[in-house]
């Protein structure tokens, strides 16, 4: 078993079974995520008897790197999960490193696929073939800070994938991260976006562990947005938007709501005003995103000139939003686009084999 996934307390219940203290835990969490021990064997402060045995009963396994890519505050990486060792299946997933003036940010995967079909996603196009285990999703970050030597201060959940649908692979997941003796994230650099699983916001609102929730809106009506996603058929834009009041009442925390603009579908005045309306007075901020448009996906960039307009009427009613500069175009960081251009030149595309 990789340690990785082993949250604090469970290392302690390990090191009781085994008849040690727990007080070693510590030790071997500090080394692991702070000093980032490659070996079980360069555990500090542990005796050789329980390095031996640590090294004997688990692996420090990371993602093993495929492909990167570097732009100017971007660096995307391509990374292959070996799975189960059953099946022998090799998964191929993305992060992101995004280094911004209040520190560095990266954005990881969930799920090795993603089966929420949103029209405009390069993701979506790949069925979802794995979950990721809490191991995987923990030793992407590991991964990233040893590749580009550098520690990593905020993490969003906004890769391939959508969280809620491995959402206990990924609660155990922050459990770890956000421990104190490990990389002691908190919960303000902490973001998970969904596509707007209801059952899913709500536990992550009641989980101890969640941090903040970010929800790809895309539109402020369900005829559009149940065109754009899917899930929208599922959980309409009423009853999405009333569980996103109740993680904000909940938390005392802003909820993103992430606006992908694209041209003629979901960027009129007319909409930005029932996007507004929807809104009303509580805490929403609106993130607009230019669309980083892909070959045969459809879909075109709003213009400048449309998206200012839309900005305009959301300002008018005193919506906080932003405008989401174009991170990572040059490095192809739109969801899923480093894994389909390597796949199309490269790879037979293994899960599109069956599409
Ligand atoms: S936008 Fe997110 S939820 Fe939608 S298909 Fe892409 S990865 Fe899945």
Redesign the pocket.
């Known amino acids: 078993m990789n340690i990785y996934g082993l949250t604090y307390a469970q290392l302690e219940n390990y090191l009781t079974s085994i008849g040690e203290k727990k007080s070693k835990a510590p030790f071997i969490f500090q080394s692991l995520y702070r000093t980032q021990v490659t070996s079980l064997m360069d555990v500090s402060e542990i005796n050789q008897r329980l390095k031996t045995q640590l090294a004997d009963t688990f692996t420090v396994t990371l993602p093993q790197l495929v492909d990167k890519t570097d732009g100017t505050d971007t660096v995307k990486f391509l990374f292959a999960l070996q799975g189960e060792p059953e099946t022998q299946q090799e998964y191929l997933i993305e992060a992101v490193l995004m280094k911004q003036n209040y520190g560095n940010s990266l954005c990881i995967s969930t799920q090795a696929g993603?089966n929420?079909?949103?029209a405009f996603?390069q993701?979506?196009r790949f069925k979802k073939v794995h979950n990721l285990t809490t191991a995987e999703l923990v030793s992407q970050i590991i991964a990233v800070q040893k590749l580009a030597d550098c520690t990593i201060q905020n993490i969003v959940l906004m890769g391939?994938?959508?969280p809620f649908d491995n959402y206990d692979n990924v609660m155990q997941f922050l459990e770890i991260i956000m421990h104190s003796h490990g990389l002691a994230l908190g919960k303000n650099h902490i973001t998970v976006s969904t596509?707007g699983i209801v059952p899913g916001i709500e536990a992550y609102t009641a989980h101890p562990c969640h941090g903040l929730l970010a929800i790809?809106l895309h539109a402020p009506d369900n005829d559009t947005r149940s065109r754009l996603?899917p899930i929208n058929r599922r959980y309409p834009v009423e009853q999405l938007m009333k569980t996103a009041r109740q993680y904000i009442y909940a938390t005392g925390k802003k909820v993103m709501l992430e606006y992908v603009m694209l041209e003629n579908i979901n960027d009129t005045p007319e909409q930005a005003q029932l996007l507004a309306d929807l809104i009303g007075t509580d805490k929403f901020h609106v993130n607009l995103i230019p669309y980083n448009a892909t070959e045969n996906s459809g879909f075109t960039q709003s213009s400048r000139e449309r998206i200012m307009a839309f900005y305009d009427v959301l300002k008018k009613n005193n919506i906080t939003v932003t405008m989401r500069r174009e991170f990572g175009a040059s490095v192809k960081a739109a969801?899923?686009q480093l894994r389909a251009d390597y796949e199309n030149k490269t790879l037979l595309p293994k899960e599109c084999n069956s599409l």
Do not use: A, L
């Open positions: 993603c929420m079909g949103c996603c993701s979506g391939i994938g959508e596509c790809s996603m969801c899923g």
